[in-house]
């Protein structure tokens, strides 16, 4: 399974999904760009790199309850909740659905598959109904191989965001384990 493809790669939606193709007439790319700089991915790019990553993104809309992915897809996308909320989650047997997080407009999911071939590591499905701004992974690829500069300044964010994440698993570790709740 892949992701929900869009009208560039002239597919069908995601069997799970509604996914609608790109809408162009979506939000303007200046004021994109400034929602890309508030994510923890992009803060701190220049104003022209971020509008050149607007530029390559397009829009899809998810209604409630549809997956936008689930776990062990192919990751090709990152996506930038513009209105609505998803669920990450994950299924854990002889439990169920595990929330992990729900994600509201401004913040972005999906951002491991811009950087490895692993499919995807969670289920996301439409907490509400959504829109969102996906990048694909081959058009970051392609704009980072042209713009030298500003490939070493996403990258820098990529390894700072990560770690900061791999800190916080850490620390919830420590937690859990001083609990006993993990051995």
């Given amino acids: 399974m892949t992701d929900a493809p869009d009208s560039a790669r002239g597919g069908e939606p995601h069997p799970e999904s509604g996914a609608s193709a790109r809408d162009e007439s979506g939000p303007d790319k200046t004021a994109l760009a400034r929602l890309l700089a508030e994510t923890a991915l992009f803060e701190g790019l220049d104003e022209r790199h971020l509008e ?3 530029a ?4 899809e809309s998810h209604k409630r309850g549809e997956y936008i992915f689930r776990h062990g897809d192919v990751g ?8 609505g909320a998803v669920r990450v989650s994950r299924q854990v047997p002889g439990m169920g659905e595990e929330a992990l997080a729900v994600v509201r407009p401004g913040s972005g999911f999906g951002e491991m598959a811009l950087i ?3 499919p995807r590591s969670a289920d996301v499905l439409a907490h509400e109904s959504c829109r969102l701004f996906a990048v694909k992974k081959q058009d970051l690829e392609d704009l980072l191989f042209v713009d030298r500069d500003l490939a070493h300044d996403f990258l820098w964010k990529m390894v700072r965001l990560l770690s900061a994440r791999l800190r916080e698993t850490t620390d919830k570790m420590t937690f859990l384990s001083f609990a ?3 051995e």
């Avoid at 390559?56 to 829009?59: A, L, M």
């Fill in 56 to 59: 390559i993104g397009g829009e």
């Fill in 116 to 118: 490895d071939d692993s």
């Fill in 180 to 182: 006993g709740k993990f």
């Fill in 52 to 54: 050149r990553l607007a």
């Fill in 76 to 83: 090709d996308k990152f996506y930038l909740v513009l209105e």
